[in-house]
């Protein structure tokens, strides 16, 4: 599988809100990418204690912080990533729907997944998930089916690849190999062509706030997936709650998300639609 080359310096939002529904199923999530560097980084990154050699950062990183929520699950996954190929450094998931609360890390390495796993004991359902004291700690190899020196990443990243990816004509396809939920999955994501999408949403950009409002010119992209190792086309990838056929619509101009596609149990196909934007380089 080819090494993608992604140029983050197409990047042109921080800060991105979606949010959509069907009936009484509402479905929201806010997306925050904001760059880290040094010591920061550093800081937020696990050591593996010595169960394989971190994936290294190579000076420069990207956090996507996605929060999202769906029938009454409160939901944020953070990843730490490599802006030119989307090579994941290390995932968050932290879940804080009553009753069900946990959090889980993974730290990437060459030859396997280093895990973190916490939930609150009783009465520290309150307390930040960092000092939660149900801890699990565990090393996930993986499958010989990684070749050496293939690029890890993960879904969240997605939201990113399409806001910088050169797609030039329909049929151009980028392919990833994502850990999600447990399974590694290769992720194709297809350049179908071009639509128009009625938009309605705030920019806010360096000293102004604009509306953008009307018919805007789009790509539109289809995401699929398998599983790395059979298991048939039924990955079930999701993206803030939505899974089936998703469908990521991109302003041509601004490489900005418009519209998330997909389908929620019970409510049938939802799209997302962005309400709000914040420009690149405001409250990084």
Avoid: C
Avoid at 120 to 132: F, I, L, Q, V
């Amino acid at each position: 599988m080819p090494v993608m080359q992604l140029d983050d310096g197409r990047l042109s939002w921080s800060y991105l809100t979606l949010k959509g529904g069907k009936g009484f199923i509402s479905v929201s999530a806010d997306v925050r990418l904001q760059r880290v560097t040094g010591a920061s980084l550093e800081s937020e990154l696990l050591q593996p204690n010595g169960e394989g050699v971190p994936v290294s950062a190579n000076g420069a990183a990207l956090l996507i912080d996605f929060h999202s929520s769906s029938m009454g699950k409160d939901l944020r996954t953070r990843l730490w990533f490599r802006p030119g190929d989307a090579a994941a450094l290390q995932r968050g998931r932290i879940e804080l729907t009553p009753e069900n609360e946990r959090y889980k890390l993974y730290r990437y390495t060459k030859k396997g997944l280093f895990i973190v796993r916490r939930k609150p004991e009783a009465g520290e359902e309150r307390k930040a998930p960092d000092s939660w004291s149900g801890v699990k700690r565990s090393f996930e190899a993986y499958p010989e089916a990684v070749p050496d020196g293939v690029v890890l990443s993960d879904p969240a990243v997605l939201l990113y690849l399409v806001s910088v990816m050169d797609f030039r004509q329909p049929g151009d396809e980028v392919r990833l190999l994502a850990y999600a939920d447990e399974k590694l999955l290769v992720v194709t994501v297809r350049y179908e062509g071009e639509e128009e999408v009625i938009a309605d949403f705030k920019v806010k950009g360096p000293g102004a706030t604009r509306h953008v409002k009307g018919a805007r010119p789009a790509l539109r992209l289809g995401l699929t997936s398998r599983p790395l190792q059979g298991g048939g086309d039924n990955s079930g990838l999701k993206i803030a709650g939505l899974g089936g056929k998703l469908k990521i619509l991109v302003d041509r101009e601004l490489r900005i998300p418009l519209e998330l596609r997909g389908k929620v149990r019970i409510a049938g196909n939802v799209a997302l639609r962005a309400g709000e934007v914040r420009l690149a380089g405001r409250g990084d």
